[in-house]
């Protein structure tokens, strides 16, 4: 497979930089500048510009008012590079009339038409500034339009005279002499306009938004933001006005009236035309309180206890109807996880006076309860291992008719080592064997129940979200034949609850695990002899302690001016701290201190004790979201320290760097610490090169190629290192004058097969610094050799993986 691989690559490279070269002359020498097939009489656009004069002096909000302005002007010119327009010379040469062939796809996929000025409405567009400018206040406006040619290309510049803006002198809410002009005068202290500020239409259409809101918050449920109308008295002088806010004398009454709930009706088995309106005596009554009658579910068939939906539901009979909360009953009925679809219908009662009751209909229609899938994979790793993987999950989403999530996992694994050399294979392997395999086996079940479960009353995190309480367990066996079997049990229980559309929280106050190590071998223990450090790292050991992760989504931002931002961060950071409490209680019944060669222990097992951080910043920077351009980089720091009963990090929480989703012009979990190389890390045999320590960047641009097919182009810098010193692992330590010669780096490309639900990714890369070479020795980028079959072989890492790395 390697020998395949060793044998395409080189020809792929040749064949692409072969295209390339040509592509890049054919835009040269067929004109660059793109005007080849452009005419005076039909000349190029190149782009606009407003040119402001302002008559009397800076205008307030200037930069918001000009933004805005320009805003409006389109469409955008052809796409310039230094004094090239490659894409328009790209669609001139390669123009054809057929709607297929090699010809049709780089004028289509690579080459854009181009834009001339004929093509631009500049009269609308003048007075879609001018439009922009009188919202604004600036009523005396004017503007004209001129366009300049210069041979085969002209722009066109747009003028703007304005003058000082309109300004509000006073804002006068509706006089009403009802219920509904008082709620209104009520919500004046919170107005969005203010007397002094500069007119703005578009801060008048928040304030008639807001004022429904507010409304709809107190029971008027037919209200709405088209009953209010404005009414605008400019002629006091002095450029200053007045805002009358005024409601439609025809607006029906029963906008003018509040509403009350009367009585919630759930139906958890809702299907499509069913007769909601039905008498309450068909009905089971439940409640919130006991002796509640004004709640009544549908109980045949129900798969639901009823006071689960109850928990979700925001609506109190006898109160005000709020559109809040009927959003936040909307959400956590969706949030419960078991349901397709919920929807809430209200049916207003007959009433005198002057409040109205409305009844209110929870349609749910439950999500399909069990699945059970399986999965299959063959996967070839950067670490030289390959094999067959399956994975069966059975998934219940109402478990004990409660919408709990339970999740059971069964999952194997087989590898062997396939043939080839290591990315950092420069030293000798006298022992390196062939034909190593692994094999690994696992089960877990995992349980998530939409409330808090503590044994005393806390506040509610999140109203518009369902908190979760997560039991979790899992054994794992993984045997490294010839080497070792090391079995694993986890244990954790903990909470996970979403404070807003963006921010996502988990803390397991508890977490448990056991590490065994068994059926070592003599080539095993030979190699780890020597270093006690390394050996207490795979000791027998329990884990004991708790970890809490924070993490934020810009992109998860649902409101207007979020969809408007092109760039999107991620941010995780992850707080993990064990073997505290129970040190702690030993150390008051136990004369002696312990230490990491004579640790305390339970159950005749030592205990780890270690305090761990780590942080994941990720920045996505969007050029175009309609063709997917985009810049990703990603930021990583972590660091760990054992003290009082330990001497060194549990192998399981140490940090490591390489591999698909890391450095990938190295095999995963091969750099590092520092400096430091290990003869038996380079053979891939049996443990991984980890650290105490890891800094880590990468940067990736990623562009479409056709179709499904994304490309990309990457560089990853990093490595781990050590707290502190260990004699055995030499370089291994961390030291802020050497930290530049001690990272390694890699670059490469990409292809990624993208579906949207699924990605297919094809990374090659190799690297440029090695950090356990000698030092001025390190970066090796001058010995790259495309043509040379042992460089190839001992530099080039292909990366197969499911999923963008970052």
């Not at 009520?186 to 928040?206: R, S, V």
């Not at 299959?376 to 994975?391: M, Q």
Request: net charge positive; with cysteine.
């Amino acid at each position: 497979m390697r020998n395949i691989f060793y044998l395409f690559v080189p020809r792929f490279f040749s064949t692409f930089s072969i295209f390339c070269f040509v592509l890049v002359s054919i835009s040269i020498n067929s004109g660059c500048t793109g005007l080849s097939k452009i005419t005076k009489e039909n000349p190029l656009y190149t782009g606009s510009e407003i040119k402001w004069e302002e008559k009397e002096g800076d205008i307030p909000q200037e930069k918001r008012v000009k933004a805005e302005s320009e805003e409006v002007i389109a469409p955008e010119p052809n796409t310039k590079f230094l004094w090239m327009r490659p894409q328009l010379a790209f669609y001139n040469t390669f123009y054809t009339e057929k709607e297929k062939g090699f010809k049709h796809w780089v004028m289509t996929k690579i080459g854009k038409p181009p834009v001339l000025v004929k093509d631009i409405n500049e009269e609308r567009v003048r007075l879609l500034v001018l439009n922009r400018l009188l919202s604004n206040g600036h009523f005396q406006a004017e503007t004209e339009v001129e366009i300049k040619q210069k041979g085969k290309t002209a722009e066109i510049i747009y003028g703007a005279t304005v003058y000082q803006p309109y300004i509000l002198d006073s804002i006068n809410f509706p006089e009403e002499p009802n219920p509904l002009g008082n709620v209104l005068n009520n919500a004046y202290k919170e107005t969005l306009i203010k007397k002094g500020d500069p007119y703005n239409f578009a801060l008048l259409e928040q304030e008639r938004k807001r004022l429904n809101d507010y409304a709809k918050e107190k029971g008027y449920f037919y209200f709405s933001d088209k009953f209010i109308i404005y009414k605008v008295d400019s002629t006091i002088g002095n450029r200053k006005m007045n805002i009358y806010m005024q409601v439609k004398d025809k607006m029906p009454d029963i906008a003018r009236k509040p509403y009350r709930i009367r009585n919630v009706f759930l139906y958890p088995n809702y299907q499509m035309g069913m007769d909601t309106i039905k008498s309450p005596s068909s009905l089971k009554r439940i409640g919130k309180l006991e002796g509640d009658s004004s709640y009544y579910c549908l109980m045949e068939n129900c798969t639901f206890r009823p006071e689960i939906l109850s928990r979700s539901i925001y609506l109190e009979p006898d109160t005000l109807y709020s559109a809040q909360r009927h959003e936040q009953t909307l959400k956590h009925l969706m949030g419960l996880g078991a349901l397709k679809f919920a929807d809430i219908r209200y049916k207003p009662i007959d009433s005198l006076g002057n409040e109205g009751y409305l009844d209110a209909y929870i349609q749910m229609v439950p999500s399909k309860r069990k699945s059970l899938r399986a999965e299959l994979d063959v996967v070839s790793k950067s670490n030289n291992f390959a094999g067959p993987g399956i994975n069966l999950s059975y998934r219940n989403k109402n478990a004990f008719r409660g919408a709990e999530l339970l999740v059971v996992r069964l999952d194997g694994r087989f590898e062997t080592q396939i043939s080839g050399r290591n990315s950092n294979q420069n030293i000798e392997q006298p022992n390196q064997q062939n034909g190593l395999y692994s094999y690994e086996i696992g089960a877990g079940l995992e349980l998530y129940v939409p409330r808090f479960i503590v044994p005393f009353k806390i506040p509610s995190l999140a109203q518009e979200y369902v908190p979760k309480t997560v039991y979790q367990g899992e054994v794992r066996l993984l045997s490294r034949v010839n080497y070792f079997k090391l079995l694993s049990g986890t244990a954790q229980f903990g909470y996970d609850w979403q404070e807003t559309a963006t921010k996502r929280h988990r803390f397991n106050p508890v977490s448990i695990n056991y590490v065994r190590l068994m059926d070592t071998t003599s080539l095993f223990n030979e190699a780890i002899g020597d270093n006690p450090l390394l050996q207490r790292s795979f000791q027998n050991q329990f884990i004991l302690g708790g970890n809490y992760s924070f993490t934020y989504q810009s992109a998860a931002k649902v409101d207007e001016n979020a969809r408007k931002n092109k760039n999107h961060i991620f941010f995780n950071g992850n707080i993990d701290i064990g073997g505290n409490l129970i040190h702690s209680v030993q150390s008051i019944f136990v004369s002696r201190k312990s230490s990491g060669s004579n640790p305390y222990t339970i159950f005749s097992e030592p205990y780890a004790q270690y305090a761990r951080a780590d942080i994941d910043f990720r920045y996505y920077l969007n050029f175009n979201e309609e063709t997917h351009h985009k810049i990703a980089t990603r930021f990583i720091a972590g660091i760990g320290a054992s003290y009082g009963n330990a001497d060194v990090l549990p192998y399981t929480k140490q940090f490591f760097a390489g591999g698909a989703n890391s450095i990938r012009a190295f095999q995963a979990r091969s750099i590092g610490p520092g400096s430091y190389i290990s003869k038996d890390s380079t053979s891939g045999l049996f443990y991984d090169q980890t650290g105490d320590m890891r800094l880590e960047a990468n940067i990736e641009y990623r562009f479409p190629i056709y179709s499904v097919f994304k490309g990309a182009v990457f560089a990853d810098a990093g490595n781990v290192w050590l707290v502190r010193e260990d004699p055995n692992r030499e370089g291994g330590l961390f030291k802020a004058k050497d930290l530049i010669d001690d990272i390694a780096v890699g670059v490469g490309a990409g292809l990624r097969i993208d579906v949207t639900f699924f990605v297919l990714r094809f990374d090659v890369a190799f690297p440029v610094s090695k950090p356990w070479l000698p030092e001025n020795e390190r970066w090796v980028r001058r010995q790259t050799d495309f043509g040379d079959r042992k460089w190839r072989r001992d530099n080039l890492v292909l990366n197969i993986a499911i999923g963008y790395p970052f």
